[in-house]
């Protein structure tokens, strides 16, 4: 491609990037008065080397792409990832590469460092760099219901940040989570409070299910996009509270239904659901995923591929993998393409072992 015209941000540059980001995917509020108060992190100047952007003649950004690095706890599994969030270009300057120059700069820079590329969205320029849709959640959805539980009591946080290290307790107790600071949990729930807060039509609330005066669950909720529907952005906790989380919901944001989604292996909350008819259904995880490192994600998954089938992968090179030994009859084949899409297709999908991944919807995710 020549001399890259991509480079990596500096502290400087990122409230510039922010306003960029505005100008692009929230143009109804003033340049940074959107993006950078709902993703506080990602715009953040201690993230600002994971902000990659290319520069008019001027100096002026006018494109860019953010990064955000993470490690994912899945039920036992970690995971090394980095998230891939507000792709943004200004309309006088696309069709000119820019964003594909930048997504080949940063699999070359995280490569080494995480096993992992999560993406916020499915455009055809993510699948031609090998992102592929992944994972089955399921989407509960709740309607006006007789539910009560008298031993817990709901409100609302009226001011998040100050329930954030209770907020940060119950959050660490879920197992499928991104690992998150108190300091970053503290922005992600303060964050909530922004005007068009993940481009719904008002911002979040923080709910909070409290029983005997201990907070057991608690769920970020807000209006969904299209129709009556509120959704549970995040939850955590108790799953029973988790219901009273969900009347409450309907009680004060006049919704028609309260939607969320939950991990098909959780069969606490499953088996409530059917006790009491909830109705829900199989969902795609949210975004797509590329392997960066192969290496080094068999180095993390390879203890939980183990338990479940006995056996243990090698890695040959490029994009393929072996079993170490003869595998029983029930493992998935191998992928017979030799490339990054189906060998991420088989790492993370019902087409081979299935990874269980967390829920990328939530807060932590860009």
Do not use: K
């Not at 020549?2 to 540059?13: I, N």
């Not at 994912?72 to 995971?79: A, F």
């Not at 998954?301 to 056996?311: A, D, F, K, L, S």
């Not at 009859?329 to 790492?347: C, D, I, K, Q, Y």
Request: aromatic content about 8%; hydrophobic content about 40%.
């Amino acid at each position: 491609m020549g001399t890259s015209r991509a480079r990596r941000a500096r502290p400087e540059d990122v409230r510039a990037l922010g306003e960029l980001s505005d100008r692009v995917f929230r143009p109804t509020l003033p340049p940074g008065a959107g993006m950078p108060v709902e993703f506080p992190r990602l715009f953040h100047a201690d993230n600002a080397g994971n902000l990659y952007l290319v520069e008019d003649s001027a100096g002026n950004p006018v494109s860019m792409v953010g990064t955000y690095p993470s490690e994912l706890v899945s039920n036992g599994i970690r995971l090394t990832a980095v998230s891939i969030g507000s792709v943004a270009t200004l309309p006088d300057h696309r069709g000119r590469g820019y964003a594909t120059e930048m997504l080949e700069m940063i699999i070359e820079d995280h490569s080494p460092h995480h096993s992992i590329m999560l993406v916020s969205g499915g455009r055809g320029l993510y699948a031609r760099l090998g992102c592929v849709e992944f994972g089955t959640l399921l989407r509960a959805w709740w309607e006006p219901a007789d539910w009560s539980d008298t031993r817990v009591t709901c409100r609302e946080s009226a001011y998040p940040r100050g329930d954030a290290s209770m907020l940060h307790r119950l959050y660490q107790t879920e197992a499928y989570r991104v690992l998150r600071t108190p300091i970053e949990m503290e922005s992600y729930v303060n964050a909530t409070t922004a005007p068009r807060f993940r481009a719904r039509p008002a911002p979040g609330r923080v709910l909070i299910a409290e029983r005997e005066d201990t907070a057991v669950a608690y769920a970020v909720a807000a209006p969904g996009r299209e129709g009556a529907a509120i959704n549970f952005l995040e939850w955590a906790g108790d799953r029973a509270g988790l219901l009273s989380l969900a009347q409450y919901a309907l009680r004060q944001m006049q919704g028609d239904r309260v939607e969320w989604r939950f991990q098909p292996g959780d069969r606490t909350l499953g088996g409530l659901l059917a006790a009491h008819r909830i109705p829900h259904e199989p969902c795609p995880n949210q975004g797509t995923i590329a392997l960066l490192n192969p290496e080094r994600l068999l180095n993390e998954v390879n203890p939980w591929i183990e338990e479940q089938t006995g056996q243990r992968l090698t890695w040959q090179q490029g994009y393929q993998v072996a079993w170490s030994g003869s595998p029983p009859a029930e493992v998935p084949s191998l992928p017979t393409e030799p490339s990054r899409a189906a060998l991420t297709r088989w790492f993370f999908s019902a087409d081979g072992v299935n990874v269980p991944l967390v829920d990328t919807g939530g807060l932590s995710y860009i």
